[in-house]
């Protein structure tokens, strides 16, 4: 069996030394042992630190992550989950390319101030209007709302 250390598995992964130790702790990966004090590694573990990697970038929490890993290492993926994060992803990318357009607009915008473009304002009442509805939305449900004075 060709062993790893540590040092190394970061060095391929890509992971610190001190990320390797958390996900050992919280129980993502697991060592197969110690060769001194270094911990040491099966081959396979730099493809579940891909795989650990690739939910992050998809917008997974760790624990999310480790609830796709079985107990015998096997994988699932719940196909559902797949789907929510593909129509969230989509739902941002849709928000980013408005966002993007305005801002290519405003910045070749001929109107003297950027203040007199019309396109400008909408998208400062659409920011604004964004900000006050997630305000409204934040309130705490678990005391009562304010007594008029």
Do not use: W
Request: glycine share 10%; with cysteine.
């Amino acid at each position: 069996m060709n062993m790893m250390d540590i040092g190394e598995v970061a060095m391929r992964s890509g992971a610190s030394p001190s990320t390797l130790r958390y996900y050992e702790e919280v129980g993502l990966i697991r060592s197969v042992g110690r060769h001194g004090l270094r911990r040491q590694f099966d081959p396979s573990v730099l493809l579940k630190l891909s795989l650990i990697e690739l939910g992050k970038v998809a917008g997974f929490s760790l624990g999310e992550i480790a609830g796709m890993f079985g107990d015998d290492e096997t994988l699932n993926i719940p196909r559902a989950d797949l789907h929510a994060k593909a129509d969230e992803l989509g739902r941002q990318i849709t928000k980013l390319r408005v966002l993007r357009d305005a801002m290519r607009h405003v910045a070749d915008c001929p109107a003297p101030s950027h203040l007199q473009c019309p396109s400008f304002r909408k998208l400062l009442k659409s920011v604004s209007s964004r900000k006050a509805g997630g305000r409204a939305g934040a309130r705490r449900t678990d005391r009562p709302p304010p007594k008029d004075v």
